[in-house]
């Protein structure tokens, strides 16, 4: 699991995450292939999950859009918080296409990432993650499952990933 840079009750005080405009929108969580054999494994109906590797979002019973499936509106949690998908753990930091750069880069839709930009505690946590990513195993993993890097907007950049380096 990768450490939390948002504290808990934070995330469960805001109402951004895990909602969605449209079934299309490029902040459905995309899975890794060892996400999507966890998720069978744990008997999650294969239906919850679509064919392009992203999970499949349902109506919010609320309000207009969508949420995850997985997603308890009532009480604001992750029904399977503790085996969520890699998208999920990294949240708000994000892979990111940008002029054919692999970058890891941090969702300034995030009003708590938004907020902490630029000091120390964000620096340490950065830290952190460029050294948890930026392994051979890990630039493997992102190398073999494309899905996961995406164009995202409103993002600011980190770092850029050396995909080829990886020592496959
Ligand atoms: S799997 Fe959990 S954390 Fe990820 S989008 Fe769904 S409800 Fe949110």
């Known amino acids: 699991m990768i450490r939390q840079f948002v504290p808990q009750e934070v995330c469960l005080s805001c109402r951004g995450c895990c909602r969605f405009s449209a079934v299309d929108s490029v902040w459905v969580p995309c899975l890794l292939e060892e996400d999507i054999q966890e998720l069978l494994d744990r008997d999650i109906p294969p239906a919850l999950l679509s064919l392009n590797k992203k999970i499949r979002p349902v109506p919010n019973p609320q309000q207009e859009g ?48 938004k907020d902490k930009l630029n000091t120390p505690e964000f620096k340490q946590y950065s830290d952190y993650l460029i050294a948890y990513l930026n392994t051979p195993r890990q630039l493997r993993m992102l190398k073999d499952n494309p899905q996961v890097i995406q164009a995202y907007e409103e993002v600011s950049e980190i770092i850029e990933f050396k995909l080829d380096n990886e020592d496959a």
């Not at 708000?92 to 890891?104: D, E």
């Open 66 to 113: 969508f949420i995850c499936a997985f997603f308890d509106i009532e009480t604001n949690k992750c029904k399977i918080y503790d085996f969520r998908p890699f998208e999920c753990q990294l949240y708000p930091f994000l892979i990111n296409l940008r002029n054919n750069k692999v970058l890891l880069t941090v969702d300034l839709n995030c009003p708590y990432a």
